[in-house]
C-alpha cells in the first residue's frame, strides 16, 4: 500500500509559477512510477506528466509541454510538479499517482486546488 499526499496549490494569477509537491510513504517508494493528473469539474481526469523509477524518463501532456517539469527525489519519498507560465485553463484539482507500471497509476492523493487567475 502507498500513501500519497498533495501541497502547495493556490491561487496565482496568469503567467505565475506554482510547485506542487506529493508525499509517500508505505511500500517502496523507488519500485513505483509516478505521475500527475488533473480534474475540472464535469470532465474526465486528465493527464499531464510522468516520471520513471530513476527519474530518467519523463512525459507530459501537449498543453503543458515546455512550462511543467516533473522531478522526484527518491531519497525524500517525494515528487514535484513545477508549474510555470500558468494559463486559466490550468485551473483544476491536480492529484498525484502512483503504480506498478508506466502510467497505469493504482493509488491516489486526495488533491490539491490550483487556480490561476486571468
Known amino acids: 500500500q502507498v500513501q500519497l499526499v498533495e501541497s502547495g496549490g493556490g491561487l496565482v494569477q496568469a503567467g505565475g509559477s506554482l510547485r506542487l509537491s506529493c508525499a509517500a510513504s508505505?511500500?517502496?517508494?523507488?519500485?513505483?512510477?509516478m505521475g500527475w493528473l488533473r480534474q475540472v469539474p464535469g470532465k474526465e481526469r486528465e493527464f499531464v506528466a510522468a516520471?520513471?523509477?530513476?527519474?530518467?524518463?519523463?512525459d507530459y501532456a501537449d498543453s503543458v509541454k515546455g512550462r511543467f517539469t516533473i522531478s522526484r527525489d527518491n531519497a525524500k519519498n517525494m515528487w514535484y510538479l513545477q508549474m510555470n507560465s500558468l494559463k486559466p485553463e490550468d485551473s483544476a484539482v491536480y492529484y498525484c499517482?502512483?503504480?506498478?507500471?508506466?502510467?497505469?497509476?493504482?493509488?491516489w492523493g486526495q488533491g490539491t486546488q490550483v487556480t490561476v487567475s486571468s
Open positions: 508505505g511500500r517502496t517508494f523507488s519500485t513505483s512510477f
Open positions: 499517482a502512483a503504480g506498478p507500471r508506466w502510467k497505469y497509476y493504482a493509488y
Open positions: 516520471i520513471d523509477l530513476r527519474g530518467l524518463i519523463t
